[in-house]
C-alpha cells in the first residue's frame, strides 16, 4: 500500500523538474538584454530609443491595469522614459532596464492612485521616481494585488454602471456620446460615472491599510 | 524552492489565480535579485501576450525620437487627474467660481456704492446756500459747506429720514399719516419731527439744534431724548453733556440764511470758527491775547476774505496768508 504512495511522490517530483527544465529561465536570461547594454555605451540615444520601442506598449499595457484608462497609462510611461533619458538614468549600473521599467511604472501609478484616493497629496509625487532602483521583495506582489483590487471592484459594478465606467475611463469618451451608445441620459452617465469611481475610492481606501503599510514606510 | 516558482505560477499570481501559499512562495524566491529580473520579464511576457489598450506605438515613438534628438521638450503632462468627466467637471467650476466672483463683484461694488445708488447727496459748496425742495414737500436750506443725504426713490413708509453733516434749516411738512421726520446728525443724535421748523447743526465743534416752530425729540446716543420747545437752543458740550437755552437772540442762530454773521459780544475764537466752517477755511489766531477780544454787530459776508478785512480793521489784527490758512496775529509796533 506505501509503495504506490512513494511511487506516486516520486512521479510527482520527476513531473515537476521536467517542468521546471523545461522552462527557458536559465537559457535566455543572461544575454536577454544585452544587446541593449551594449547599444547604450555607444549611443545613449539610440538606446533609450530601443528600449521604448521594445517596452512602451507593455509598460502602458501594464500601468493600465492601476489607471484604467489609456491617456494616463501613456503619460505615465511617456514621462517615465523622458526622464530617463533626462536624468541620464541609463548611465547608472541598472542590473535590468525591464526590471528598473516596470518597478518605476508601478511606483508612477501606485502614486498616481494614491493621488487620486487621497487628493491632498503633492501632485508632484507623482513623477517622483522609485527611491530606490530595486525595489524590496514583497512590494512586488503588493502592487500585483494591488491592480488585482482595482479590477475585482470594477467587475463587482452593475453591467451598466461598468460600461459607462470604462467608455468614460478607457475610451475617453464624451458623456454625450456614452449617453447615446447606452441609450440614457447625460445625467444618467455623469451619475454611473461617479458611482463608479466612488466605489472604486471606498474600495480601495478600505484596502489601502495593506497597500499603504509597506509603501509608506521609508 | 527556487524550483517550485516557474513561469505559469508566475502567470497565475499576476491573473490573481496563484494561492495564498504560492504568494508566500513567490515573496521569499524574489528576495534574490536574479529572481526579481525573471519575475519581471515574465511579467513583460505576460503583459505582451494580453493587450488590453489599443495603443498608437508609432506616434509615441516619433514623439519620444523628437524629444531624444531634442527637437521637442519634455511634455508638462496633466497627471493630476487627466479624466475629462473631471475636466469637465473642472470648467464647469471654472465657470461657476466666475460668475459668483462677478456675481460677488457687483455685490461687493453695490455694497460699497449702495449710498451712491440709493441716496441722493445735496451739497452745498463755500459761501453757497442751496435750497432743496423734497418730495414730501419738506423745505431745506443748506448751510455752505454741508451735505445733506436723502433717499433717491422716495421716503418709505414708515419713517421719512435724511442724513445731515454741516447745518441746515428744515421746514418739514406734516403729513397726513403722521409720518415721522429724522434728521440723523451722525454720532447717535437723531431730531425726531412730525411737522416743525428747525434749524439743525452737525459738524465737528458740536451737535445744535434750535427749534422755531413745533415740537422736536431729538434722541442722544446715551441717555433720555430730549424734547425741545420752540425757541429751545440745544448745543451739546465737551464729552456727549449737553446744555438747552432760550437764547436772547436767536438771529444769531439763523443768521447764514440771509448770509451774515450776527455776533453779540462773541470771542474772535467764535468768530473765527464760524467764519472757517461756513467758508471751508483754515485760520489760526496766532497770539493768545487776541482770541479773546470780543465783537458786536451784524457782518454781511460773502467770503472769508472780505469779512476777515472788515473784522482786522476792528480787532486791529494783521492778516497773512499762507498757501493752506489764514493767519491772525497782532501787528509789530514798530518802535523808531
Known amino acids: ?218 | 524552492m527556487d524550483q517550485l516558482i516557474n513561469r505559469q505560477v508566475l502567470f497565475d499570481s499576476f491573473e490573481g489565480k496563484a494561492t495564498s501559499l504560492q504568494r508566500k512562495l513567490i515573496e521569499q524566491w524574489l528576495e534574490d535579485a536574479d529572481n526579481r529580473n525573471y519575475y519581471y520579464r515574465c511579467l513583460d511576457e505576460w503583459e505582451r501576450s494580453r493587450p488590453q489598450l489599443w495603443i498608437d506605438q508609432q506616434r509615441a515613438q516619433q514623439q519620444y525620437d523628437a524629444f531624444l534628438t531634442g527637437e521637442t521638450k519634455r511634455k508638462t503632462r496633466a497627471l493630476t487627474d487627466p479624466e475629462t468627466e473631471v475636466q469637465t467637471g473642472a470648467r464647469i467650476r471654472k465657470v461657476i467660481i466666475g460668475s459668483l466672483a462677478a456675481a460677488l463683484a457687483l455685490l461687493v461694488l453695490g455694497f460699497v456704492f449702495r449710498a451712491q445708488f440709493l441716496y441722493k447727496t445735496y451739497e452745498s459748496s463755500n459761501a453757497h446756500l442751496t435750497s432743496i425742495l423734497l418730495s414730501d414737500s419738506t423745505e431745506v436750506t443748506l448751510n455752505s459747506n454741508s451735505i445733506l443725504r436723502v433717499p433717491r426713490f422716495g421716503f418709505g413708509r414708515n419713517v421719512r429720514q435724511v442724513w445731515l453733516d454741516g447745518e441746515a434749516e428744515f421746514k418739514v411738512t406734516h403729513t397726513r399719516d403722521n409720518l415721522r421726520f429724522e434728521v440723523l446728525m451722525g454720532d447717535g443724535y437723531r431730531i425726531e419731527v412730525l411737522g416743525t421748523e428747525f434749524n439743525a447743526f452737525s459738524r465737528a465743534r458740536g451737535k445744535r439744534v434750535f427749534l422755531t416752530k413745533g415740537k422736536v425729540k431729538l434722541n442722544l446716543p446715551e441717555g433720555k431724548p430730549v424734547y425741545l420747545a420752540p425757541g429751545n437752543y440745544f448745543t451739546t458740550e465737551h464729552k456727549g453733556s449737553f446744555k438747552v437755552v432760550m437764547p436772547a437772540e436767536p438771529l444769531a442762530i439763523t443768521a447764514w440764511k440771509e448770509r451774515t454773521f450776527y455776533f453779540e459780544d462773541t470771542r474772535l475764537t467764535e468768530v473765527v470758527e464760524q467764519i472757517s466752517e461756513r467758508f471751508a477755511v483754515r485760520i489760526r489766531i496766532m497770539d493768545s491775547g487776541l482770541g479773546d477780544r470780543t465783537i458786536g454787530g451784524i457782518y454781511q459776508a460773502r467770503d472769508a476774505d472780505a469779512l476777515l478785512e472788515t473784522l482786522s480793521a476792528m480787532f486791529e489784527m494783521e492778516i497773512i496768508r499762507t498757501s493752506d490758512e489764514i493767519e491772525l496775529r497782532i501787528p509789530q509796533k514798530q518802535d523808531l
Not at chain 1, 521536467?18 to 544587446?35: F, G, N, V, Y
Not at chain 1, 492612485?113 to 507623482?126: G, H
Request: charged residues 30%; aromatic residues 12%; glycine residues 2%.
Open chain 1, 1 to 218: 500500500m506505501t509503495l504506490p504512495i512513494t511511487d506516486d511522490s516520486d512521479d510527482f517530483v520527476r513531473v515537476f523538474q521536467t517542468e521546471s527544465s523545461r522552462s527557458d529561465k536559465p537559457a535566455i536570461e543572461t544575454d536577454d538584454e544585452r544587446l541593449l547594454r551594449e547599444t547604450f555605451r555607444e549611443d545613449p540615444r539610440l538606446g533609450c530609443s530601443l528600449l521604448f520601442r521594445r517596452y512602451y506598449l507593455t509598460l502602458c499595457n501594464h500601468a493600465a491595469r492601476f489607471v484604467h484608462s489609456r491617456e494616463t497609462a501613456e503619460d505615465i510611461v511617456s514621462d517615465l522614459f523622458e526622464s530617463f533619458w533626462e536624468q541620464g538614468l541609463f548611465e547608472q549600473p541598472i542590473h535590468s532596464y525591464r526590471s528598473y521599467l516596470y518597478t518605476a511604472v508601478r511606483h508612477r501609478a501606485y502614486n498616481y492612485l494614491r493621488w487620486k484616493i487621497r487628493p491632498t497629496d503633492p501632485l508632484e509625487s507623482i513623477r517622483s521616481a522609485p527611491v530606490a532602483h530595486t525595489i524590496a521583495p514583497d512590494d512586488a506582489m503588493q502592487y500585483t494585488e494591488l491592480y488585482l483590487k482595482v479590477e475585482s471592484i470594477i467587475q463587482e459594478l452593475s453591467p451598466q454602471c461598468r460600461r459607462a465606467y470604462l467608455l468614460k475611463r478607457v475610451e475617453g469618451k464624451k458623456y454625450e456620446e456614452i449617453a447615446e451608445e447606452l441609450q440614457v441620459t447625460t445625467k444618467a452617465v455623469e451619475g454611473l460615472v461617479g458611482r463608479a469611481l466612488a466605489r472604486l475610492r471606498t474600495g480601495l481606501k478600505e484596502s489601502w491599510f495593506l497597500a499603504t503599510m509597506y509603501f509608506l514606510i521609508p
